[in-house]
């Protein structure tokens, strides 16, 4: 096991181990521990994987380069990601992109000096029906505009959420949505990672 790593990701890592017939099924799990143990993919990770799973590291580092939500370098506390497809496009995702770089003084894939915030555009986030979308650490927010975008910039840098919630975000900074995804969420992303717990990488409620 993984020595470096916290005692709870270890334990996490061998339940993910554990709970597949073929312990190579369990590499994407644990690239996103693995994410979560370092705040992103580093190259030992993906070599740490493929020691954990009987991966090649080949094999390992085609999965994380495939999937642009393993992260490879460090990215910003907030991660604003800017859907650019065609639904998004249409609906002025561009101009909005445009107003984050310009509010957070960095271009699409970079972060800021202070690493408190990274821009990047991002294909389909699956709400084209509340285009245009963007999402904070995958948090969701639909029918931004411009304006709204500045201020949802503005708002990162001065109060600094220890937690970012799609819900709440969507009532300060979002417009038209497309439907309600799920009954309202009460925990959110603490970090420039997803929240979801699917496969105990993250604390589930009430754990
Ligand atoms: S095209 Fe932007 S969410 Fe689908």
Redo the contacts with the bound molecule.
């Keep these: 096991m993984i020595s470096h790593w916290s005692h709870e990701n270890q334990q996490r890592a061998q339940q993910l181990l554990d709970a597949y017939p073929e312990k190579q099924s369990a590499a994407m799990p644990l690239l996103y521990l693995a994410a979560h143990e370092h705040g992103y993919v580093s190259d030992d990770a993906m070599r740490e994987v493929a020691a954990l799973t009987g991966l090649s590291s080949a094999q390992v580092q085609a999965v994380a380069s495939f999937y642009t939500m393993y992260k490879r370098a460090p990215v910003g506390r907030y991660l604003v990601s800017v859907?650019t497809?065609?639904?998004?496009y249409l609906r002025g995702a561009d101009d909005v992109l445009a107003a984050i770089e310009d509010e957070a003084g960095v271009l699409d894939g970079e972060t800021t000096p202070d690493g408190e915030i990274s821009v990047e555009h991002v294909e389909?986030?699956?709400?084209?029906g509340g285009?245009?979308?963007v999402s904070v650490n995958w948090e969701l927010i639909e029918g931004l505009g411009q304006d709204k975008a500045r201020d949802l910039i503005k708002w990162l840098r001065d109060a600094k959420p220890a937690v970012v919630l799609g819900d709440e975000m969507q009532l300060l900074f979002g417009g038209r949505k497309s439907f309600d995804w799920g009954p309202p969420e009460k925990e959110g992303a603490i970090v420039a990672l997803p929240a979801f717990a699917p496969y105990g990488t993250a604390k589930a409620e009430g754990e």
């Design positions: 859907c497809s065609i639904s998004c389909c986030s699956g709400a084209c285009a245009p979308a």
